[in-house]
């Protein structure tokens, strides 16, 4: 049905009324002190919701953007890095450290696994010489719905003591507790239209003052992406090139609403609608990817049996019920189906989606389970948490 | 007044409704079949806007990502590049190259002055070498409002055969014919929120076959900027990063409102809008900053005497009249007011910017002027052209 579509991918995740019609303004001029005015506002509550003193810098980009800021504007080239590699995303980092001449070490673990602390520990221990300059890790691996310990690999880093830590919180941020400055996480980059409940096109990089010192003598070239010019215009609440001023809009809008929900709230609904649909996918006898242990609260990944095909599902899913679940990426297209509940998603929309994937699974013939079993789980664990 | 704002500023412009409410549906998945339509649509449109069968490739940044994209994506560190820098923006362009560690040499010439094609004839032609690999210039330089002259420049870069040239048409394309095949323009960048009349959020490039076969040996590192893999995804009407989706639906609106009114018609709509502005200043005794023969149709830029204060109009036509102006830059700041006439702007709203200008001149004790003298040159030109 037309305009009927209900998002139920990692991105872009449902956007409020009050963020659209806000996009619907008409632009004002990115020079004027009205926009300086929804600048300082928005900076201030993008700190509270990193939870950061540090800067919070606004980018007009994918999240891709500010995750390469957040690497090329703190190293040199031939500067040795440890990237975490478990999906798409990690590989993702590995590519762009690569691209600029970093010397990259990976740690690897399957797709659906966590990345092994362990292993940060010994390479970190290793280290004698203090070679090692970053960390690169992705907190959320959207690509898999494994969520990675940081706290753990952010301890090693921090016993290291040179190593800066630059982490993509691009579907971590806003759903899952992230405490920059009680963690002391050097860079963190996430993306507008994650847990900030807005379409995409700006992204955010916070940066420490570690970070800030490595700048100065970092040496990767840049420009459109150097932290340092939105840090210094930002100081003025402007910004070095012209923002997408309709998505500040939409950004001040949602920002509002985050802090009136709070963010203990906003981590509870996540934890919740997490737990409902993967409680309701074990109901329905379909196994997932990933274990409950390392789940992402921002999308969970369905690994269906051989004759459940999983791009069956989401064509009947979009077809029948409209509803947009995401695919597989790289080797696991075709063979994985995942359920966003990131941003602004509300019980009732985790109900809606089990409900329809019951009726889709049954469209496909697929028996193995009880009528209802997946909406009773779900709707268990909503009522009672 | 509240949400009565009227933008004579070079960008954003203003908006249409159709554009304005096309941003405000939800968003919908940038992996989905829907998305690859709108896509399909907008490149093929944007093609015909450009007068090109180049690729033209969509980036999420400002137009100084763009820019900068299509300068790193074709050098390698150590070039040779000339640019011609008469204003904020030559200036930027020269910066990018150097912060990449390309060699550059800079044709200057007065903020309010095009470049002289000389020059360009001069150095390309001492360059028995072919060393030099690109040249690097601005059409439409916003910040003082001259167009320089790219079609000489051009021929001259033809003539010696080896180097690119590199067009930053952000304030010209979609105001004033740009034929891109029929000039042989290699590389050509612009934003959104000029002549496109969408906001600001999206870049544009468009890539000929000479820049591409560079690409194949350029060494300068880029990931989120690197143009090939924009050219890959693109070829699948679909993005290497997840792009601004609802600035996708406003630029699908607005295409085809470009296509409705017609190219011809556009160019002459800007030509007519510059003449009247132009014409309407002079009958105020207000002196211009660039001479007519180079004028940009796309903004005015006007040097008051010291007795009225560029600054001191920009604020009373805000506070009184809900325009506004936009101001100098740099070294020209405090020292001239720009009156944008670039997008979705019509002959009424000329008339309204001087009809306030004269009140608001009046207002600073500036009597230089027979009362209503520039709204009637104004609309001289605007009913005889």
Known sequence: MDDKLMLMIPGP?????????????????????????????????????????????????????????????????????????????????????????????????????????????????????????????????????????????????KAHGEALIIVDAVTSLGAVNLPIDELGLDVVGSGSQKGYMIPPGLAFVSVGAKAWTAYETAKLPRYYLDLGKYRKDGAKNTTPFTPPVNLFFALQATLRMMQAEGLENIFARHERLKNATRSAVKALGLPLLGPDTVASPAVTAVAPPPEVEAEKVRAIMKKRFDIALAGGQDHLKGKIFRIGHLGFVCDRDILSAIAALEASLGELGYKSFTPGAGVTAASKVLIES
């Open 13 to 157: 995740t449902p956007v409020p009324e009050t963020a659209l019609l806000a996009m619907a303004k008409h632009p004002i001029g990115h020079r004027s002190g009205d926009f300086s005015k929804i600048m300082a506002e928005v900076t201030e509550n993008l700190k509270w919701l990193h939870q950061t003193k540090n800067d919070v810098l606004i980018l007009a980009s994918s999240g891709t953007g500010a995750m390469e800021a957040g690497i090329i504007n703190f190293l040199s080239p031939g500067d040795r890095v440890l990237c975490g590699c478990n999906g798409k995303f990690g590989d993702r980092w590995a590519e762009v450290a690569e691209a600029y001449g970093l010397q990259v070490e990976k740690i690897t673990a399957e797709w659906g696994q966590a990345l092994d602390t362990e292993q940060f520990r010994q390479h970190l221990e290793a280290d004698k010489d203090k070679q090692i300059k970053a960390v690169i890790l992705t907190h959320s691996e959207t690509s898999t719905g494994v969520l990675n310990d940081i706290e753990t690999i952010n301890s090693h880093v």
